[in-house]
């Protein structure tokens, strides 16, 4: 609850408990970071197949919107899917930025 409060208005963080006031993961710029979507948030839901082993160690991921756009997302061995939904919130510029995985 705290969480979606500061994604919506970083100042709500001051009206939490002071016991997650200092809550690393509830800091506005932790927040901020964050591109997958909660539960009832307006967002694109978008697509994947599996990834595939890059020579690199890495991975690269198919995603795609709804209506068909695609894209091929190449990712460190270590990403999360944090870091997938971030990757895709900026190639495909989602307004909101964030999507459902």
Known sequence: LVFEAVRQNRVSLRFAAACLQNDPVLQPACVAGNHIASEGQAAPVLSMEPAERLPDGGFALAVWRP???????????????????????????????????
């Open 67 to 101: 209506g068909g756009a695609q894209a091929e997302l190449r990712l460190q061995c270590d990403a999360t899917w944090g870091d997938v939904a971030k990757a895709a919130v900026e190639h495909f510029r989602v307004h909101g930025g964030a999507v459902y995985l």
